[in-house]
């Protein structure tokens, strides 16, 4: 301080004043403020203008998802600012990791709480200090906002089916059908589940789907049949059922009563005559079109017998895939018939094939979907021959019967079932899933029941599935 004095007094004498010390005094506090609030005035412009190029700065932070990957870069290069971090990114699950220009924000978008997984508009800070901070200053900080949308899940409601109402039916179903091993060899088993669709949970209204599995000990045929009922009918749940419970009694009945259809099959097979083949698809129709007419019919008869002027067949509209399978000496026999949309494949891993026994059919307009109940189903009989099918297979890996609720999401277009690499996703699908299609597994109508709550955008429909392994 002396120093200074003695500068500044030289100073002055040198300009011809003779000052005193107290007028040393003030002229040196003056001085010194002076010179102080220009330098810190100075320091504060330069603050401002990097806060304002902060504020000012395009940090752009697209929406996200609840429980989806998260993934943006940032641009973020503000000349002033010496060091920055991004806070309250962990709270909803994220990280940030600083690069070159910027940052990166990424993870899986999970918010702490259950009502941050509703999602909403979740507070972030960039904090950050400047090349012109004091280490005891305060830092300063930019507000951000990170808006992550719902789950769609977690927005649909499950809403149990009121049991006080017309045909009330479990909102799921599964059964397995062991087949023991004949002589140290394993045999084929069935498993089928259906579970209510979203759609139908979120408004608590009843599952339209239904099925029937059955192995006849006494004949060695497996019956499995599949309906999906109309979601425009009132009472088609109603429908469904009746059209599985009908053709299961009919074919069971028909193929443990008679060893015909044994009998021309193995004709068939030696001759490969057209008398032999006639016989084969005569018994076809006999049993499996037969079991069809005889389903319509029993619909028919439910919506008489209601009583009600209002109700009418058409309110029990119902698909219908139908199959029956047994194994020779030669090879697989399917027979099946098909009305509606959904699918069966004749799936066989090893040899990279799949065989639809028929496709979708649609009514007079794209999107109509052809049912049971309509009584031109069985006006044409060249028609109705057109939906059977017969076929011996050296061996396949599984014979499958699904509704749309299945085929929609998991092939999307009717080209895509015939699609081999399709039915290999879907194979493979169900083995990820935690479906065990091994022999003798009872848990697997428990796994294959879960696996129908896949989760896919825009496909809500009933589920229901049926698979001879």
């Not at 499950?158 to 479990?170: D, E, F, L, V």
């Not at 209601?306 to 399978?325: E, N």
């Amino acid at each position: 301080m002396e120093q200074i004095e003695t500068w500044l007094l030289c100073l002055l004498r040198k300009a011809g004043i003779q000052p005193t010390q107290s007028e040393i005094d003030y002229f040196e506090s003056s001085l010194a403020k002076k010179m102080w609030d220009k330098v810190m005035g100075e320091r504060m412009d330069k603050k401002l203008i990097i806060k304002n190029a902060v504020e000012g700065a395009n940090i752009y932070l697209p929406n996200g998802r609840v429980g989806e990957d998260y993934y943006t870069e940032v641009q973020f290069d503000i000349e002033g600012v010496k060091e920055y971090r991004i806070e309250g990114l962990e709270k909803v699950g994220l990280t940030y990791e600083k690069r070159p220009g910027g940052f990166v924000v990424k993870g899986t978008a999970m918010p702490e709480g259950e009502e941050g997984k509703k999602g909403g508009d979740f507070p972030l800070r960039l904090v950050y200090t400047t090349a012109e901070d004091f280490e005891e200053e305060a830092e300063m900080e930019r507000k951000l906002t990170l808006i992550l949308n719902p789950d769609p899940r977690t927005l649909w409601k499950n809403i149990p089916t009121p049991t006080n109402i017309r045909y009330p039916k479990a909102d799921s179903d599964k059964d397995y059908v062991k087949v023991p091993e004949v002589n140290g060899e394993a045999r084929k088993d069935i498993v089928a589940a259906s579970q209510r669709g979203r759609s139908h949970a979120h408004e608590g209204k009843p599952r339209d789907d239904d099925f029937k599995i059955r192995y006849c000990e006494e004949s060695d045929w497996y019956v499995i049949a599949v309906a999906d009922g109309a979601g425009s009918a009132q009472y088609s749940r109603r429908g469904s059922e009746i059209a599985c419970n009908t053709v299961m009694e009919h074919c069971s009945r028909m193929l443990s009563e008679s060893m015909d259809f044994d009998n021309y099959i193995r004709a068939y097979k030696e001759s490969q005559t057209p008398e032999a083949w006639k016989d084969v698809s005569d018994y076809v129709y006999r049993l499996l079109g037969a079991a069809a007419h005889k389903a319509h019919n029993a619909i028919k008869a439910e919506a008489e017998g209601a009583q009600d002027p209002k109700i009418k067949m058409r309110d029990y509209s119902t698909t219908l895939l139908l199959a029956v399978s047994k194994k020779f000496e030669f090879g697989w026999v399917v027979a099946s018939f098909w009305v509606g949309d959904g699918a069966i494949c004749v799936y066989d891993q090893k040899n990279h094939r799949a065989e639809m026994l028929g496709m979708p059919d649609e009514g007079e307009y794209a999107g109509q979907t052809r049912f049971l109940t309509m009584p031109e189903i069985f006006s044409d009989t060249k028609a109705l021959y057109g939906r059977l099918r017969f076929k011996i297979y050296e061996d396949f890996t599984a014979l499958m019967l699904m509704t749309d609720g299945v085929s929609d999401p998991k092939f999307t277009t009717d080209a895509n079932l015939q699609n081999v690499d399709k039915w290999d996703a879907l194979w493979a699908d169900l083995k990820e899933n935690g479906v065990e299609l091994t022999d003798d597994n009872e848990a697997v109508q428990d796994q294959l029941l879960e696996w129908l709550n896949f989760w896919d955008r825009g496909n809500h429909d009933d589920r229901t599935i049926a698979i001879l392994y």
